[in-house]
T-cell receptor, first 113, second 110 residues
């Protein structure tokens, strides 16, 4: 199973871009990279996912390196409400019938005023 | 928007009690999951279900069982609660894009 490595914590100034790195050097060809975040006392929230191309949505951008061994989640203009634990996850196929996510310990992003 | 609802936000139970944690989703999803979350350990998968009456063990199933009698409802059962099952329990449902999580149930076993 591919695993991910993230820094335990990061700071970012309000209004600046937050760049959250993730290493997944053992990722296999059919595994996607997913990002979730968890604000204190809430369940995790889906942000974005990708396979090999860069992706952008209303919440964030995902940059995946060409060799797919690492990725970066970018929050273009961080706000105080973006303070959360961010999880980078590689999706695993299990039995062909479902896909379970394996969560690591994530990165605590603290957005500073 | 998909809603995943967990019946209780906070729960306090005694050691040895049988505990039911309920989760309901309103979007006809086939896949549902139960995780527990503990400080320093992240989220760990307990059980999941990919259809009615179908269930699979996750990474830490010991001490737990599940029930999926209807598609919208996935129940986690602690047959005999123990203090090491004090945790935050999160239910999730899977649509085509990403998972949707409930708000969690914080269970304390005393």
């Amino acid at each position: 199973d591919a695993k991910t490595t993230q820094p335990p914590s990061m700071d970012c100034a309000e209004g600046r871009a937050a760049n959250l790195p993730c290493n997944h050097s053992t990722i296999s060809g059919n595994e996607y990279v997913y990002w979730y975040r968890q604000i204190h006392s809430q369940g995790p929230q889906y942000i974005i996912h990708g396979l090999k191309n860069n992706e952008t949505n209303e919440m964030a951008s995902l940059i995946i390196t060409e060799d797919r061994k690492s990725s970066t989640l970018i929050l273009p203009h961080a706000t105080l409400r973006d303070t959360a634990v961010y999880y980078c996850i590689v999706r695993q196929n299990y039995g062909g019938a479902t896909n379970k996510l394996i969560f690591g310990t994530g990165t605590l992003l603290a957005v500073q005023p | 928007d998909v809603k995943v609802t967990q019946s209780s936000r906070y729960l306090v139970k005694r050691t040895g009690e049988k505990v039911f944690l309920e989760c309901v989703q309103d979007m006809d999803h086939e896949n549902m999951f139960w995780y527990r979350q503990d400080p320093g350990l992240g989220l760990r998968l307990i059980y999941f279900s990919y259809d009615v009456k179908m269930k699979e063990k996750g990474d830490i199933p010991e001490g737990y069982s599940v029930s999926r009698e209807k598609k919208e409802r996935f129940s986690l059962i602690l047959e005999s609660a123990s203090t090491n099952q004090t945790s935050m329990y999160l239910c999730a449902s899977r649509p085509t894009r990403g998972y949707t999580f409930g708000s969690g149930t914080r269970l304390t076993v005393v």
